[in-house]
């Protein structure tokens, strides 16, 4: 039956689990968006049939199968290759591969919806490569793409969650840890939905606020 | 205004350009002197923005050389080979050429002065400070030193094509090229455009402009020269051949413009 | 390198059978979910659209509820929490109901989207010549959103199937169950998630790529206007 006291002693760890989820999630959303911008510059100026085709390949890869077969390639496969990766790092890079090829697609299609004219501008007025990509193109094309990115942020964030079928001490193992050893189910899995509502909602809004911000600043 | 002696500033030899099958520039010869001013003109497809395009190798010469002064542009001896320069080994040889394009292609996330200093920050290497000052005097040159905080689309399409000349100024350039500047711009705008292209002009910038307005041409021009189907028709000084052309289809073609009343 | 796809057919007679058996569950509970998405998905639309402010906002709370949640602790709510509570589901039907619930999101998304980008006068013009309102969206309304809202259905199909992995936490015998206790049995997890891998792919892919094709398709003839 559901016992209230029982229950709140046991917020603190969930608590803890839910930060343990936004650190992966951090580190997951680094180094996806570095790779998704790597990608996407390959893809939009590589001219390199073989380029594209595998770095074609590896996205399609990447976004038609489950996060979770991924997550237990990666952990469990890479083991049987004598790799032993922890879990939290196999949830971390199982999550960057997925996210590098989600971000790759957005920020591709933000390059690409630049008029070619801007980056002739900047080689008329002399400047480099590097130099366009960084002060012209990369700035308006993350400005364009803002919604898109935020979409995959929050299901970054839900996407924590899959870590906890490798045994990863976020809020989703503790919680069904906590079920099996506390019984208050449903209390324990409603605070659950509404600490991942916490952490996803003010994201929202926050990504909502930064695109006003910067749509006014034009 | 140059002398007749003087060797040329910008010479373009023997250009070709082809597009797979179709041949759009077949065989172009041309010469420009310091302080000059040169105009393109002639019918759509005749190559005149093809040409000028070459010039600062926005499009890749099929067949040519182009020269500024004693600088081959755009291509480099490999061993005992010519090859074609990367675009950032050709950024220097691009600063000295400036160019303003039909569309203005101003960077909507910078404001105007920010538009106008990128160039000298970062192509140059300038320091910030003197990069701002630059563009405030190139802002003031074109008359909107006033809008130097505003953002692009804020501005019409004359103010905004202004800001695209005070960037090109910005690069101090040995030569500007225009590429039908005024063309997208509504009729009561182009006035503005023009006049300050004419200051240019009679301050001795080496420029060459391809455009429809062929009395401006007359008035501000030295020379003129007329493209058709990627030859050069007819060229001379801008009275004379605009006043009295010598071939039948440079008559036929200023005898259609006269009559929409460019 | 050749040793490790050797493996292969020596199990396949072994694995064959359990992960056919598990794709099929898969496929079910896909469609399953992707058929109850749809439904509720045009019902929230319905719903969205209503003159009256309450149906509109039980709507948009839903939406945001279900948007703001991991659909694994909607399934682990659906399949542990609820029998608590007096219903009790099996892992099969926990699955689909809750892959249904967050596709309806999902999906209410894309009707409201597509409904958005027709032109208002489209269905003032239809009324105008004397359609009824039911009629203007059936004959005039609804062909045009087709078109436009069939790449992203696709798109969230795709997603409610690769989602379906997750029902294995909850105990349904779908493909990667089936993967999980060969793996655990056979110490070979490379090969079986591999191969399975390679399952979802084979079917994600085309619908991927049909999808893709089709929104060049509609963004190309849009502005044509159809007699």
Known sequence: MANFEVFLGLLPLLLKGALTALEIALCALLLASAGGVVLAVMLTFSRSRLLHGVVGCFIEWMRNVPALAHLFLIYFGLSYLGINLPAWLAAIVGLSLVGSAVLADIFRSGLQSLHVGQHEAGLAVGLSRMQILRCILLPQALRVTLPAFANYVTQLIKDTSIASAIAVPEIMFLARNLVTSTFQTSLIYLAVMCIYAAMILPIGVGFIRLERHLGSAR | ?262 | MIGFFQQYPEYWSDWSARLLLGARITAELSLIGFALALVLGALLVWALRSPSGLPRRLAALFIQSMRAVPLLALLLALYFALPSLGLTLSGYWAGAIGLGLQGAAYVAEILRGGLDSLHRGQREAAIAIGLTPLKAFTAVILPQVFRVILPPLLNAYVSILKDSSLCALIATDELMLAARAIASETFLPMHVFLLVGLFYFVIAFPLSMLSRVLEKHVSRGRKTVRG
């Open chain 2, 1 to 262: 205004m140059s002398t007749p002696s003087e060797p040329a500033l910008l010479r373009v030899h023997d250009l070709h350009k082809s597009y797979g099958d179709l041949e759009v520039l077949k065989g172009i010869n041309l010469e420009l002197k310091a302080g000059e001013t040169l105009s393109l003109i002639g019918p759509s497809g005749s190559g005149k923005s093809t040409c000028l395009r070459c010039i600062n190798y926005l499009e890749k010469p099929t067949r040519g050389d182009i020269w500024l002064g004693d600088e081959l542009i755009g291509q480099v001896k490999d061993g005992r080979r010519i090859r074609l320069m990367s675009d950032r080994e050709m950024a220097p040889q691009r600063r000295e050429i400036a160019m303003v394009f039909q569309l203005f292609y101003l960077w909507p996330h910078l404001t105007v002065r920010d538009n106008v200093a990128l160039g000298p920050i970062k192509a140059q290497g300038m320091p910030r400070k003197q990069a701002y000052e630059l563009a405030d005097a190139m802002l003031e040159k074109v008359h909107l030193r006033h809008k130097a905080e505003v953002y692009p689309e804020q501005l019409s399409g004359g103010q905004q094509q202004r800001v695209a000349i005070a960037r090109a100024l910005a690069q101090q350039p040995k030569v500007i090229l225009f590429d039908e500047p005024t063309s997208a711009l509504d009729p009561e705008l182009v006035g503005e455009v023009l006049a300050v292209i004419r200051e240019l002009a009679q301050e001795g910038r080496t420029m060459i402009m391809v455009t429809h307005e062929v009395r401006f041409a007359r008035d501000v021009a030295d020379r003129v020269i007329f493209m058709d189907g990627g030859h050069i028709v007819e060229q001379g000084p801008s009275a004379q051949v605009i006043d009295s052309p010598r071939h039948e289809r440079t008559r036929s073609f200023l005898g259609r413009m006269a009559m929409e009343g460019a």
